[in-house]
């Protein structure tokens, strides 16, 4: 292959600004797979695997996965059938060495198309973190006050529980922003450079948001 053109899309935000929630509602309207590392990492986690029990020492400190591990885990998965037409990136690249691994695995059809930035307070995201709530069994993201799902502690598409990340509590979550703000902050001028960065607000409902998701990806194509 190569000679094709494909959609990918890299989401870039402080954590909670809702990077997941879009991905996943992006998923559908735009038929393309949302590749979330902080997803695929949890599965290995719960699953026991050794990537799992790697990725959890710096998962709980909120730290980054080293790149090594991380970026050949992302070739992996793009190189699965359902990435051929492109993704949505949620979590991934996070700092400017995967951002350029990225480049290199995408280039042969046509690069990243546009680097949509979620912007939010810091303070909002804290709220946001610390009242996020999970599916065990689908991953299904949820907010305890701003998106609750209809019966307290269980996800409205499956029935399984909801539950608290451990890195979503206060202490880990201020590190986490520090992390962003060091490690992968740089990447939007890195995305502004290739003139494919576009900024929106994240304060928005969810639809407005991702309304505002959809038309950009319609433009950029
Ligand atoms: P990220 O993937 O960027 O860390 P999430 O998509 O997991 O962010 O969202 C963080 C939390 O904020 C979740 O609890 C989610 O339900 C909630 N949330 C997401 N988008 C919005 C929004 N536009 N307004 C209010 N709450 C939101
Ligand atoms: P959030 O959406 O709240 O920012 P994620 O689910 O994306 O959280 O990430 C959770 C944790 O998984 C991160 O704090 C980090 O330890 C690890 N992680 C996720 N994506 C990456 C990545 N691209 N590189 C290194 N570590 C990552």
């Known amino acids: 292959m190569g000679d094709g053109k494909r959609t990918y899309v890299v989401l870039l935000g402080v954590p909670g600004a809702g990077k997941g929630t879009q991905a996943r509602l992006l998923e559908e309207k735009l038929k393309l797979p949302q590749i979330s590392t902080g997803d695929i990492f949890r599965y290995n986690l719960k699953n026991q695997t050794e990537l799992g029990v790697l990725a959890k020492s710096y998962m709980d400190q909120g730290a980054l996965v080293p790149d090594e591990v991380t970026i050949r885990m992302v070739e992996d998965r793009l190189a699965q059938p359902d990435c051929a037409a492109g993704a949505i ?62 019966v307290a502690g269980k996800c409205d598409l499956d029935g399984g529980e909801l539950y608290q990340r451990d890195d979503d509590k206060p202490e880990t979550v201020r590190h986490r922003l520090y992390v962003y703000y060091k490690q992968t902050a740089p990447l939007i001028g890195y995305y502004y450079a290739k003139s494919i960065l576009v900024e929106l607000d994240g304060a928005q409902p969810i639809e407005s948001v991702y309304e505002q998701l959809v038309a950009l990806v319609d433009k950029s194509s």
């Open 89 to 150: 990136m949620d979590g991934f690249p996070r700092n400017l060495v995967q951002a350029k691994a990225f480049d290199t695995m995408v280039a042969p059809y046509g690069g990243v198309r546009v680097a949509p930035l979620i912007s939010l307070d810091d303070e909002e995201a804290v709220r946001r973190i610390t009242g996020r709530r999970v599916c065990r069994t689908c991953g299904a993201v949820y907010h305890v006050d701003f998106n609750p799902s209809e």
